[in-house]
């Protein structure tokens, strides 16, 4: 049985189930190797050490997993890193020496924060990373840490680059904002738009973990869609802008924009406005995310549409640890299923953004 988020609640789904699969392929186990145990408890204390609060997707992960803690009388010990991954790994540190029940990590960047979740592995305290992974070469879900709870990124960008091709009519100049360097999120929403362009996206890809959809672009590619310029917004408003004001002025060819999310495509639309270039139409954004502020400027008509990636995270993580004390089987991979948002809904769903 694998649970699944929905925007229903937590639904129980068998192995077909929509937007939800166990890899067993892409995760070597370790012999021997297994997350630590956890007691069943009346109440957890649970580590949540947040990468940052300077957005509105980061703020609405940490309501969704604080609200749903205290809602069940358990304690949070919260950390905000600042966006620092030195400042994350010492607040892992920190919670390790606490003696916290688990934890649920966020991890601002892949490959460093590994090794926080070894060093949570050998003090003996189960990891449930949320939203992004770490780096599968040094720990693996099932093995040191007990899963991995968030969106399928590959996918994301996949549907992102769908989207563009078909809007651009296969002709683009495309500059995109990355996100944090080193981040799960970044690194796939990159690979999945690029494969899907070349024509090596396909329904199997072995970097997704559900490729439902889109359905497989055509053997080539779109060869008229070409990314112009590429650079890290660090997923924020202020990032995206300067960083896109900049790529503008040495590519003024660009007439189309994939950021990595939300408020990096926002930052790109105070740039061009600023430039009297009008977005939307001389200049064409999809990004990712589903925040308020995006779903309006769908409706304002000045970013195209939006992959959603939910942040709702507190009661799938939550009951993940639930059932991971009582023994429960847990598929290493918890796949959140996901909308995507264009002037067709945008409307309808405004009022549940965040
Ligand atoms: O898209 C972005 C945030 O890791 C999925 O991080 C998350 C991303 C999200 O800063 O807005």
């Given amino acids: 049985m694998l649970k699944v988020w929905t925007r229903r609640g937590v639904i129980k789904v068998g192995a077909a189930g929509v937007g939800a699969v166990t890899l067993g392929v892409r995760m070597p186990r370790i012999a021997g190797a297994a997350p630590p145990p956890l007691e069943v408890k009346d109440s957890y204390v649970i580590g949540y050490p947040q990468t940052d609060e300077n957005n509105p997707w980061r703020i609405a992960q940490t309501n969704s997993v604080r609200d749903e803690i205290e809602a069940r009388g358990w304690t949070v010990e919260y950390r ?90 296969g002709e683009a100049q495309i500059i995109e904002l990355f996100g944090t360097t080193g981040a799960t999120a970044a690194i796939d929403r990159n690979r999945g738009f690029v494969d899907y362009l ?94 308020r502020d995006a779903l309006q400027a769908i409706i304002d008509g000045t970013l195209g549409a939006t992959v959603e990636c939910s942040p709702f995270f507190g009661p799938i993580a939550c009951d993940t640890l639930e059932a991971y004390a009582a023994g429960e089987e847990i598929p290493p991979q918890i796949i959140n299923e996901d909308r995507f948002f264009d002037p067709s809904n945008a409307e309808e769903f405004i009022d549940e953004a965040y």
Avoid at 103 to 118: C, D, G, H, M, S
Avoid at 155 to 162: H, I, K, P, T, V
Avoid at 219 to 224: H, K, L, M
Avoid at 245 to 269: C, K, R, S
């Fill in 198 to 291: 070349a024509g090596s996206y396909t329904p199997d890809h072995p970097d997704s973990p559900t490729a439902a959809t889109p359905a497989p672009a055509p053997a080539d590619g779109f060869p008229g869609m070409e990314i112009v310029a590429s650079q890290t917004g660090e997923f924020t408003r202020e990032g995206g802008r300067q960083v896109f004001e900049t790529l503008y002025q040495a590519n003024p060819e660009a007439n189309a924009v994939y950021a990595h999310n939300d408020e990096m495509a926002l930052g790109a639309i105070i740039a061009l406005e600023a430039q009297g270039v009008v977005p939307g139409e001389d200049v064409i954004l999809v990004s990712v995310d589903g925040s």
């Fill in 80 to 169: 905000n890193a600042q966006e620092s991954t030195q400042q994350q790994l010492a607040d892992v540190a920190s919670l390790i020496a606490v003696g916290v029940d688990a934890i649920f990590l966020p991890p601002r960047e892949e490959t460093p924060l590994a090794q926080a979740v070894l060093q949570a592995f050998e003090a003996g305290i189960p990891v449930f990373c949320l939203d992004r992974n770490v780096d599968q070469s040094i720990v693996q879900a099932g093995n040191q840490y007990v899963c991995f709870i968030g969106s399928d990124f590959y996918q994301e960008g996949a549907r992102a680059a769908q989207w563009l091709a078909s809007t651009m009519n």
